[in-house]
DNA sequence: AAGACGAAAGTGGTTGA
DNA sequence: TCAACAACTTTCGTCTT
């Protein structure tokens, strides 16, 4: 295993160490920068004993991106034919037949998704476990048939939504729609309804989750972006954040943190960044003030400004 | 001239009867 | 199942820098 110590995309040594998630990321440019080491979280939950009997195993790890996870099925062979009569003895072919038709189907769309799935998520810079979970989603969906009249790209795109949100590494519905080529609502209809029929909990995006990336984007500096989770935490402890859209709250944030510090963005270039539009960050931003009792630090930026 | 601000009308999703 | 509702967007006019 590599020991990274800077980020060779920036050169920064800002580095953010995450064990659970067993990656790396630069809080300046918000590259991944290490993904293969151990996971050391378990991926399932135990609800009682039996449960967790199931779950539990030993052997060679499974990974969900190959298409068949390293198993297969079969019916029997033809050794185990000797004793059956011919009305058995064609119930076998019919049922062999039905195996081969729905699993070859099966594979050849999982094969065809996890490529497509490949594509995206090395477009959005996802870590490799959430590739894997979302792999873990995609084949679980396609074998509770869940993609049939859906078109398989949107399932892939929801599921790789699912995944990002999961591993708190948030992508916004915008870039999972640049990304992938479909239409922002499709993605977030199959992303719901993917999510409901097979029971996983997704808990809502928190907006700090958002700041390193949007921050680097706009190029802020790691100050602002601290003043930012600083306001963000605040707003917390005040609800203004319950009800409302993660990436307008994390915008306004930026916004007003990189006011204070000199660094300023119109609304317009991070509304761009965020995925949100000017107004919604006025509102925030509004809000923000209002409640946090922020005049005073814009205040004295303004006084500074007229010297 | 560009950015910030705010009002009004429209959209898609959630909720509760 | 449908209507009320909240959050967010789009659009557009006005004010500020």
Known sequence: MTYVKKCPECGSINLFFNREKGEIICKDCGLVIEDKMVDFTQEWREFDSEDGERKRRTGAPMTYTQFDQGMGTDVGRKSELYGLGSKDRSKFFRLRKWQYRISTAIERNLKLALAEMKRVASYLKLPKSVEEESARIYTLAVQKGLVRGRSMESVVAGALYAACRRHE??????????????EKKEIGRTYRFVTRE?????????????IARFASSLKLSADTQTKAIEILDKAQRAELTSGRGPTGIAAASLYVSALVHGEKRTQREVADVAGVTEVTIRNRYKELLEKLDLEKDIKKVKKRKKK
């Open 169 to 182: 590494v948030p992508r916004t519905l915008d870039e999972l729609s640049e990304a992938s080529g479909i």
């Open 198 to 210: 097979l029971g996983i909990t997704i808990l809502p995006s928190n907006p700090a989750d958002y």
